[in-house]
Each structure stands twice: as structure tokens, then as C-alpha cells.
């Protein structure tokens, strides 16, 4: 079995830190294979977020127990393009549906972003 990782939370994610790993992100009973792309919930339910969805999932995770602001995710996960923050709520109310009873590990930050409250940790995959 591979033992767990600890992941440090750098103080600012673009694009580039949104590559894929071979690895597992363990969350307060959820497991989230990015490899698969796939959330497994505590219950056992496993859901396959869509793509933009995924992103910020991927991204609150690298930050998780610090605030996302809605700019950072616009610019990791939409680099370039013109999109409002229409987007970015779309993908939180996702992940909160996605994260069932436990959508209170999904904190809005006034007037910053969101802070995913939880301890994460990385178990490379094999």
C-alpha cells in the first residue's frame, strides 16, 4: 500500500499547476483519482465532475484550508478566455452537489472565493 503525502499549499496556482498527477487526493472520507478523473464519495458513489468542474476541484484541492479567489480560478481554469464568474459558481454548486451531505466542506470566503475545509492528502497511484 503507498503511504500517504502531505501537500503544501503554495500562496498563488496558475494553469501550469493544474497538470494531471497519478495520484489520489483523500478528503474527509472522499478520494478523488485524478488520473480517472474520478470523486468517489464516502457512501461509495463515484462521479466523474466535467472537465471545468474538475479543474476547480483539482485547484481547491493543491489550496485546500486557504481561500481561492474567484480571479485565480477564472485565471487557472478559463486562462485567456472572457467568461464571468457565472462559471465559476456553476462549478462550486457542481462540487457541492457532488460532495452530498458534506457540501459544507465547500466554504464561501466573503469577498474572496471559496476554501475547500478539510485536510487533504496525496497517495501516489500504483
Do not use: H
Request: charge should be neutral; aromatic fraction near 6%.
Amino acid at each position: 500500500m503507498a503511504s500517504l503525502v502531505a501537500v503544501p499549499s503554495p500562496a498563488r496556482v496558475g494553469p501550469q499547476a493544474l497538470t494531471r498527477s497519478l495520484g489520489v487526493w483523500l478528503f474527509d472520507g472522499f478520494a478523488y483519482d485524478e488520473g480517472r478523473a474520478l470523486l468517489t464519495r464516502p457512501d461509495g458513489l463515484a462521479l466523474m465532475p466535467r472537465p471545468k468542474t474538475e479543474l476547480v476541484l483539482m485547484l481547491l484541492l493543491r489550496r485546500a484550508g486557504s481561500a481561492v479567489s474567484r480571479t485565480e480560478l477564472l485565471d487557472a481554469v478559463w486562462p485567456g478566455s472572457d467568461v464571468g464568474d457565472d462559471n465559476v459558481t456553476q462549478c462550486i454548486t457542481e462540487l457541492r452537489r457532488a460532495f452530498g451531505e458534506r457540501a459544507g466542506l465547500l466554504k464561501t470566503v466573503q469577498r474572496c472565493g471559496y476554501c475547500l475545509d478539510a485536510e487533504v492528502a496525496w497517495r501516489p497511484s500504483g
